[in-house]
């Protein structure tokens, strides 16, 4: 899951080309429609010059684009190129036909990122434990409920009896982290705190919190896999 240097090297000259306040700005003017520079000049209370001088670098850096008018052709108006601004965000990570979250247990953490993703995604999702207990822990259960997810279908269950080549693995405990076969690629790792250490309504809470901003942040960039043609 290693991005590309390529990849990197561009969004990293959008961002320059975006870190100024004035070309900021005129970014997020030029976000609700286009603008002549003389326009910009006004919303912006900026001089002529310094206009000209932010639309070059942006123009440079492929941000915005100059078009003349069909009216008065002595005129220009700019648009923003929205799909280079929307390269300058993380892009799509190597897709995954399946998520399997891991923790020790299987019995809170990983259950509980399982129910969420499913949530948030089209991907499938699965979880495991490296030591599985016998059961779910009976606050994650509570947890879960609270949050309107239904785990009603919660076993626990073996890494190696889950896990498959292609899965992504993300291991959301450190003890399962530094357990997982070498081999098992490709993988991430959030260290969520056990929260059955604790074991308290309030540890639970905050492990599911955390679960689920991360899979907010991953799960808009993680593609999902190409079903392989008949």
């Known amino acids: ?6 990849t ?18 005129i970014v997020d003017t030029l976000v609700a429609g286009d603008a002549a520079p ?54 799509s990570l190597t897709a995954a036909p399946r998520v399997v979250f891991v923790c020790t247990q299987n019995s809170a953490r990983s259950q509980l990122a399982a129910s969420i993703w499913s949530r948030r995604s089209q991907i499938p999702a699965l979880s495991a434990g490296t ?12 947890v879960a409920r609270k949050h309107g997810l239904d ?15 292609d ?9 399962a982290y530094e357990h997982l076969p070498t081999g098992t690629r490709p993988r991430l790792h959030w260290s969520i705190p056990d929260p059955a250490a604790v074991d308290t309504d309030a540890a639970f809470e905050a492990a599911y919190s955390e679960i689920a901003d991360r899979i907010d942040r991953l799960a808009p960039v993680l593609s999902p896999a190409e079903m392989p043609r008949s």
């Not at 990197?8 to 700005?25: K, S, V, Y």
């Not at 207990?133 to 994650?140: D, E, I, L, Q, S």
């Open 151 to 165: 785990p009603a279908a919660w076993h626990t269950a073996h890494v190696g009896d889950v896990v498959e080549r």
């Open 131 to 142: 030591q599985p207990a016998a059961k779910p822990h009976p606050r994650a259960v509570r």
């Open 38 to 91: 003389g326009e910009l000049s006004v919303v912006l209370d900026l001089p002529t010059n310094l206009i000209a001088h932010h639309l070059k670098v942006l123009e440079e850096a492929g941000l915005v684009a100059r078009s003349r008018s069909e009216g008065d052709r002595r005129r220009t108006y700019v648009r923003l190129v929205t799909e280079v601004l929307a390269s300058a965000v993380t892009p």
């Open 167 to 175: 899965d992504l693995v993300i291991a959301v405990c450190d003890i």
């Open 1 to 6: 899951m290693k991005p590309e240097r390529s």
């Open 8 to 25: 990197l090297t561009e969004r990293a000259r959008i961002h320059a080309a975006l870190g100024d306040p004035a070309r900021l700005a």
